[in-house]
């Protein structure tokens, strides 16, 4: 059987302030021409069909009706991955004219779906949705928790698709994970905690074929299966990957096949660096691409954007970056921050004018420090108390009579990827 592979379109999504449908429409068109090629007997989604969990309304019909058109030449399965609404998958499989054709696998639980083969036989394909670390472990042991979590869902997987497949079926699993060991594009500001949070690779089961989404840039996982990637690259971080869909051809019990076709639609991102001298020199390979400009020898202004957009005027400038010269000590001009106290002490004289002190100061300046911290490693933050502002501690704000009626609220961490 030849199953078409795909994954992470993120409808919907911007690069920086510039939207991305032009590019999603072309990919689409690129692969329904593949798709009508190839006659493959099911294709599948790998997840993260939408950048959202609740997509604009063109967004929503554009990813529709690219899943309805592919229905039109062979079924299609849809995993939901992280950025997906699983209520939304859930309203979509019971959607009149989308449903016959397109099933939309919202949890583990859903039922196996059947597909019947060309040649008489069957396929028989498992899905595992994203799982979120955060349902997994708590903070000390997240990560062997969340290991653990997974290892459980492919293991019940592969058990379900050995108890309900017959001999000669093909046994596909359809899947939003990260299996360790792959290599990102979207280098995370936290790597190492990417890397933690994924699959241990010998959890794999060994099956038919394995198309995984969730990792933006298209790899092979070991023989058995692979990421299919971002059809566009998504961001800058992307630039450098070259995107494709999977042609696979399962056999029963046998190492896939597999023919990555490239795809070339949608525009490039290009960063292009130096005078602008040198960028007007760079223009011809940034026409028609989504640029970014690192300027150097320039002062940041507002006329320099202007500048580069002239001196790259078939590129669509999405960011401008003034790189500012090297200064020896001689010429330094201090810029309009620098001499000044650093934010913590500016914090400390602005909370001793408002009469805070003595240890709640200290708990406060402290917070600061934690949350200053956890911006610079791009962590989240959540406090483990919560320090009142306003009156010392031998002060009116201590004894307000909302302290005993009232107790603050918390805030909660964001969770939501
Ligand atoms: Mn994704």
Redesign the pocket.
């Known amino acids: 059987m030849r199953v078409l592979h795909l994954?992470?379109w993120?409808l919907g999504r911007r690069t920086l302030r510039e939207s991305r449908a032009a590019d999603h429409d072309a990919v689409i068109a690129e692969i329904l021409d593949i798709a009508r090629d190839a006659r493959p007997d099911l294709i599948v989604h790998a997840?993260?069909l939408w950048d959202s969990a609740r997509p604009g309304h063109d967004d929503l019909l554009r990813g529709v009706e690219a899943l309805r058109d592919l229905a039109g030449l062979c079924p299609v399965h849809v995993v939901c991955?992280?950025?997906d609404s699983p209520s939304l998958f859930r309203a979509l499989g019971r959607l009149p004219g989308v449903a016959e054709h397109v099933s939309f696998a919202a949890s583990d639980d859903d039922p196996l779906r059947t597909v019947p083969l060309r040649d008489g036989g069957r396929a028989l394909v498992a899905s595992i949705p994203y799982p979120h670390p955060n349902r997994s472990g708590g903070p000390d042991d997240q990560a062997a928790a969340y290991r653990a979590d997974l290892a459980r869902r492919l293991g019940g997987a592969a058990e379900r698709l050995a108890r309900e497949a017959s001999p000669g079926d093909r046994r596909i699993l359809a899947a939003h994970i990260h299996v360790a060991g792959a290599q990102l594009s979207n280098a995370a500001a936290d790597p190492g905690r990417a890397e933690s949070l994924s699959a241990d690779p010998d959890a794999l089961p060994r099956l038919d074929y394995v198309a995984l989404?969730?990792i933006?840039r298209p790899q092979p996982i070991g023989d058995r299966g692979r990421y299919a990637g971002?059809p566009v690259p998504l961001d800058f971080s992307e630039a450098g990957d070259r995107k494709s869909v999977a042609l696979v051809t399962a056999m029963p019990g046998d190492v896939p096949r597999v023919e990555t076709v490239p795809l070339a639609a949608g525009r490039p991102l290009i960063t292009v660096q130096g005078g602008i001298d040198e960028l007007a020199r760079r223009a011809p390979e940034t026409v028609g691409a989504l640029c970014r400009a690192i300027v150097t020898g320039e002062e940041p202004a507002a006329a320099l954007a202007d500048r580069v957009r002239d001196a790259l005027p078939e590129a669509r400038v999405v960011e401008v970056v003034a790189s500012r010269p090297e200064r020896g000590a001689d010429d330094h001009e201090p810029g309009p921050n620098e001499g000044a106290a650093p934010l913590s002490e500016l914090l400390r004289d602005y909370l001793v004018a408002d009469g805070v002190s003595g240890p709640r100061l200290d708990r406060l300046l402290g917070r600061f420090e934690d949350l200053a911290e956890a911006a610079r490693h791009e962590r989240d933050y959540e406090p483990d108390e919560l320090v009142e502002l306003g009156g010392g501690d031998e002060g009116p704000g201590e004894r307000s009579a909302t302290d005993e009626t009232a107790p603050p609220s918390r805030p909660t961490a964001g969770t939501t990827p």
């Open positions: 994954a992470d993120h997840g993260d991955g992280n950025h989404g969730h933006h971002s």
